[in-house]
């Protein structure tokens, strides 16, 4: 069997994802995870209970004024964000923002967004786009780019997103996300507080670039405010993956993440493995064996979810995934199944 070799640090195969930076053997998420300990974090949290009150100054200054705005889906992420601003930066009108996912929701789900409006006291917006208008879009992402949350991932993320919109018309002047992924992942070697669409009237701040992010981290920071994840329910157990407290919020959600694996070599699968590698939680030849023996794996009821979300047949699915897969990463094994060609190692 061809073999790659992976990151000396984490495993991750590098040649797989595109535009991380490599030296010396070591990826570009690795590199960045060992220069957050020249980051004085101490300073930009500082900076940022600073910056927020001068923001509500400019703003007016009312008590019935929101202080910022925080884009939420009810994970740890979110329920980071919103303790690290409440407790520790005199944040105490926050608006919580969420976008509506048509996939099935996990108890998990349901709890968690329902405690993170509700521990903190915070107004909270859920909007939800027109429900059969997104699932044709999700069919039609799907199909044309085995993407099937790309324009909803937009309205939710994007700096032209329905939060931004809504932040816009409550003149709130903050708004908050969690990590600078293009950092963490290795795509870029500067970690900036603010996303380069920033303005003077409208800054989007990376929580990640205040406090030094880390899955582990934000795992603890959840749930001593309440957050739970698939176990405490013994609802869900997700064949393939590392992890049961990330993206847990619906099922078919994971779907667009397995479908880089056909595309790109990897996916979720590699992402988290290697991560909790960085973090200390595990060594890098459990990393290894994660990469190479469940990468592959698209958990049953996730693919059952989000075709019944689209309105298609699992027949189709395997369809459209067959006619968009990278022949030259990954190959059918005899069981029908998409592999990877090269181990890493």
Known sequence: ???????AICGFPMEYRPNLYVENGICGACINAKAKKDIDFQARQKWLTQHLEQSKQLA???????????GVSGGKDSHMIVKRLVQNHNVKNPLLITTYDESTRTQAGVHNLNNIAEFFDADHIIYRYKPKTCKQEMKECFEKYLNPYMLAELRLGSFESE?????KAFKVRDVFYGEDAAYEYGSTKELNIFHKQSTDELKFIFM???YPYG???SMHEARSVGFKDLQDFHEWYRQGSVEHF??????????????KFVKFGAQRTTDMATRLCREGAIEREQALLYINEADHILDPLAK??????MGIAESYFDKIVDSHANTKIVKKDANGVWRRIKKVV
């Open 304 to 309: 059952y979810d989000i075709c019944q979300t």
């Open 208 to 210: 990640g670039a205040i």
């Open 1 to 7: 069997m061809e073999t790659i070799t992976g990151c």
């Open 246 to 259: 990330a993206q847990i919020d619906s099922i078919g959600y994971m779907v667009q993440y397995w479908c």
């Open 215 to 217: 899955y582990l981290d």
């Open 60 to 70: 007016g200054g009312g008590e019935e004024n929101y202080d910022c705005v925080i």
């Open 163 to 167: 939060v931004v919109k809504i932040a």
